[in-house]
């Protein structure tokens, strides 16, 4: 009866098989953690903290509970009579659902169990009836959250908080089939779902991004990942205050986008490239057309004060990357964005190089600045070789114990024949000398003034290496002030672009 009436109650939006709700009094299960001491409290309406065993740390809902206070059979007869409520009172639309929820879970919890005990156990009722169950609970604390990882139906599900790192929680799935329940509830807005005619998706959710699979293709029956995004992590402030940048490398970066130089960000996964990419966009000067380029999903963000912007987006079997970057070239662009290349999308973004436009792009490697070569000039992306001398920055970027961090820097300065230096081989006609200019997060300032990033600045301005460095230290002071004294309304990279194409 209750599945029947929840399906009545909360159809879903676009579906070949409803989403069910399991029969069990709740679609998940929390282990209590009574004794372990609190490393932080979050403060929240499930009380969350984050807790320590040994040298790890774990994330944990409901701290200070215990076993016996999850009243499993109260959870069963408030569920049915709370479903019966929201759909007798019509409220299954009403843009405060959750906020009631509370009352209402606190309510008919109250008939079974004293009323603190109901005050405790009324947030995983109303994320159970109203939410999408452990997900919804666990993204109360998003914004200090990165990602929720999934790996099967019945183990812990872990996530990734910016300060701790990767932290097993004490909840779990009871099975697949609450697994796709509380998915499909989590990204009910978007009209998808997992279901047998589509085990895999990817899904653009709000400020999340969620990658999930069920069996035949998840071998242990499910798996997930949800990562969030933020404007605050989108933000060259976030990056500097979490050490994952320092001004005098913000102000390096702006000298180099300002010179239209052509940048990759290349790194394993889930190292920030995205992150920092957003933040060389806002560098981009305001008069320039920039199109973005993305695929499946959307991670490019502009900032309030972009205007002369266009965004593109592929489909896989509609319309390629590839397609859209032959596109975007027909529509004058200074700048193209490519969110990731992969494929051949590569060899046509370089040829657009040719025609003096700049270009910002991620890669995913785990190589030296000359895997990164290597990569663009081999299958799949086959940029010619002749292209490849387009090429005049990469950052690479990792993640260790640490945190997220720029790991170098790199400038590749192109040598013809006719030059005498010695240079890395790349083909019969190209060398190309590698000069790193930031070494684990550090830049070296003696650098400088003999940097490609510095002599291209001072081409451009028609002005000397000197006045360029000069420049230089004025964009790193400012940065420096700007942090002090933040201006509101704007992001400290549109900052730095409003002054710094003033000097």
Not at 157 to 184: E, H, P, Q, W
Not at 341 to 353: H, K, M, N, P, V
Request: a neutral charge; proline letters at 5%; aromatic letters at 8%.
């Amino acid at each position: 009866m209750i599945k029947l009436m929840w399906r009545t109650a909360f159809p879903a939006k676009k579906s070949a098989e409803p989403p069910v709700m399991p029969s069990y009094p709740i679609s998940f299960s929390i282990n209590a953690f009574p004794n372990a001491p609190a490393v932080e409290l979050f403060h929240d309406v499930a009380n969350s903290a984050i807790v320590k065993t040994g040298r790890t740390f774990s994330y944990i809902i409901g701290y200070g509970m215990r076993d016996s206070d999850f009243n499993v059979k109260a959870f069963g007869f408030s569920k049915k009579e709370m479903v019966e409520k929201i759909i007798r009172e019509h409220l299954q639309d009403d843009p405060f659902l959750m906020d009631k929820a509370y009352s209402i879970a606190r309510e008919e919890l109250s008939r079974y169990i004293d009323g603190k005990a109901a005050e405790k156990l009324s947030p995983f009722l109303a994320h159970d009836v109203v939410g999408s169950g452990p997900l919804s609970l666990l993204a109360l604390n998003k914004k200090d959250m990165e990602e929720i990882e999934i790996n099967s139906p019945s183990a812990p599900i872990s996530v990734y908080m910016k300060k701790y790192g990767r932290c097993v929680t004490n909840l779990r799935f009871l099975d697949a089939n609450s697994f796709r329940y509380n998915i499909n509830r989590f990204i009910r807005e978007t009209g998808k779902e997992i279901s047998e005619d589509s085990p895999i998706i990817d899904v653009q959710n709000n400020d999340s991004r969620m990658h999930a699979q069920i069996s035949p293709y998840a071998r242990s029956g499910a798996t997930a990942s949800i990562r969030f995004g933020g404007e605050d992590r989108l933000s060259a402030e976030f990056l500097i205050r979490n050490d994952s940048l320092t001004p005098d490398i913000l102000s390096y970066l702006w000298m180099a986008v300002a010179s239209g130089m052509n940048i990759v960000l290349s790194g394993p996964p889930a190292t920030g490239k995205t992150t920092l990419l957003n933040v060389l966009i806002g560098l981009i000067p305001r008069s320039n057309k920039v199109i973005a380029i993305e695929e499946d999903i959307n991670e490019i963000q502009f900032g309030a004060k972009s205007g002369n912007v266009v965004s593109l987006y592929g489909e896989k079997g509609k319309v390629s990357s590839k397609e859209q970057v032959i596109n975007a070239l027909r529509l004058r662009p200074q700048c193209l964005v490519i969110g990731e290349i992969r494929s051949e999308e590569a060899r046509d973004l370089f040829a657009g190089t040719g025609m003096g436009i700049q270009f910002m792009t991620t890669l995913h490697s785990a190589d030296d600045p000359m895997g990164v070569i290597r990569r663009l000039i081999t299958r799949p992306m086959n940029v010619e070789t002749k292209n490849i001398s387009m090429l005049d920055l990469s950052i690479h970027l990792s993640n260790n114990v640490s945190g997220r961090r720029i790991e170098g820097i790199y400038e590749y300065n192109w040598l013809s024949r006719a030059e005498t230096e010695d240079g890395v081989v790349v083909d019969d006609q190209d060398r190309v000398r590698i000069e790193q200019s930031v070494r684990n997060s550090s830049l070296n300032p003696a650098f400088i003034f003999g940097s490609k990033v510095a002599g291209r600045y001072a081409k451009m301005r028609g002005i000397s290496r000197k006045l360029a460095v000069k420049d230089f230290n004025k964009i790193q002071s400012f940065i420096v002030k700007t942090m002090e004294k933040p201006i509101s309304g704007t992001t400290l990279q549109e900052c730095i672009a409003d002054y710094g194409y003033g000097i």
